[in-house]
């Protein structure tokens, strides 16, 4: 079984400060991990995702992250955050396939002027 | 990446009666599709997963009878809540995948239930 554990429901930071969202993870098998953003009232878009690869792995947006297998964490971060980051963030553990995730509950990123 | 368009992005129903919600995959073959339910300021719950032509799994505690799945196609996949309940307004999603091993899930835009 997979689980995902996301601490903070809720992050602030100012534009241009250093974003990092924290992920832990629970895996029976190598894990495929996932961040998604998703935007009031719209689906969810791909971040980035690690498939047992590089270890840091680089998404869209100025987004990356790295995976930690002693530390069974695969935390988000952004060097400068901008407004246009202020959204919903999720981690996501693969499940029993590829594309069947299991969410984290969410961690809301706040950014302030 | 892929398109997969979900339909309507918002619907507003009376108690009683049945809604659909379509998640089409337009540029992709969609052997597999998911269907998750999102709660306010919660996370994305996994309903059911259906292959095409195949009836779909649920997950416990989800009532088969209650959210009736159709992935009559590889490209589209409609969920119905039948006899919808306050109680069912949410934010549905669906996301859709080719079904191999390693083929990623695109998401919809999801689907805001409202049931007055």
């Known amino acids: 079984a997979q689980s995902v554990t996301q601490l903070g429901s809720h992050v602030s930071v100012s534009e241009g400060a250093l974003v990092l969202l924290r992920c832990n993870y629970s895996s029976s098998v190598p894990p495929y991990l996932f961040w998604y953003v998703q935007y009031p009232n719209q689906g969810l878009q791909l971040l980035l995702k690690?498939?047992?690869?590089?270890?840091l792995v680089k998404g869209i947006n100025g987004f990356e992250a790295e995976f930690k297998k002693s530390e069974t964490s695969f935390h988000l971060t952004k060097p400068s955050a901008h407004m246009s980051d202020a959204a919903e963030y999720f981690c996501a553990v693969s499940g029993r396939g590829y594309s069947t995730l299991t969410f984290g509950k969410g961690t809301m990123l706040l950014v302030s002027p | 990446g892929a398109v997969v368009s979900q339909h309507p992005s918002w619907v507003i129903c009376k108690s009683g009666t049945s809604v659909k919600i379509e998640c089409r995959s337009l540029?992709?073959?969609?052997?597999?599709m998911f269907w998750y339910r999102q709660f306010p300021k919660q996370s994305l719950m996994l309903m059911a997963t259906?292959?095409?032509?195949?009836?779909?799994?649920?997950e416990q505690g989800v009532e088969k009878d209650k959210f009736l799945i159709n992935h009559a196609s590889l490209t589209l996949s409609t969920l119905t809540v039948t006899s919808a309940h306050p109680e069912d307004s949410s934010f549905y999603i669906c996301?859709?995948?080719?079904?191999?091993?390693?083929?990623?899930?695109?998401f919809g835009q999801g689907t805001r239930l409202t049931v007055v």
């Open positions: 690690y498939t047992s690869a590089a270890t």
């Open positions: 259906s292959n095409e032509g195949s009836k779909a799994t649920y």
């Open positions: 540029d992709f073959q969609a052997t597999t």
């Open positions: 996301s859709a995948s080719e079904g191999t091993t390693d083929s990623e899930a695109f």
